[in-house]
């Protein structure tokens, strides 16, 4: 999915690019645009179920999640109606299809987790110093101290 679709995807373009598809090429993307919709999914889940733990700040890839099986089911619908029109059978879900979109879900839940955790040992007045530099306390050491210890 390129930048430009995540945005806005251009339905009535996809079309025709699809429609100029090898069938192997087609049955490849109908099949990556479903574990795409099923990461996406997971994503949404675990970023949803981790936003009390992470202050909120996983709600950032729960959207991303979102969207990204909001385009993916857009493109998909256009794949298999092409696929339709050709007569070739639609793919059906395998375990490996699964795996692979709970795979994914996991690692976004691990990056939700990472972004608590180094986040959580920074406090409001220890952010910022007023002479303007950045002073992080993290656990025994602050950022600014570790940065500036030449020896």
């Known amino acids: 999915m390129g930048l430009d679709d995540f945005f806005h995807l251009d339905e009535i373009q996809y079309a025709s ?24 999914s997971c994503t949404f889940g675990s970023s949803l179920g981790a936003a009390g733990f992470t202050g909120g700040l996983s709600l950032i890839t729960c959207a991303y999640g979102t969207r ?17 029109r050709r007569n070739i059978a639609l793919h059906t879900l395998t375990a490996r299809d699964k795996i692979i979109a709970a795979m994914s879900g996991l690692v976004s839940l691990g990056v939700g987790a990472t972004v608590d955790v180094s986040l959580s040992g920074v406090e409001a007045n220890d952010a910022v110093s007023t002479g303007g530099d950045v002073s992080i306390q993290t656990g025994e050491y602050r950022l600014h101290d570790l940065l500036h210890d030449h020896g």
């Open 17 to 40: 690019r699809i429609s100029q598809c090898s069938n192997i090429e087609l049955k490849k993307r109908e099949i990556e645009k479903m574990r795409v919709f099923l990461a996406g």
């Open 68 to 84: 990204r099986m909001n385009v993916a089911m857009r493109k998909l619908n256009i794949i298999q109606a092409e696929l339709g």
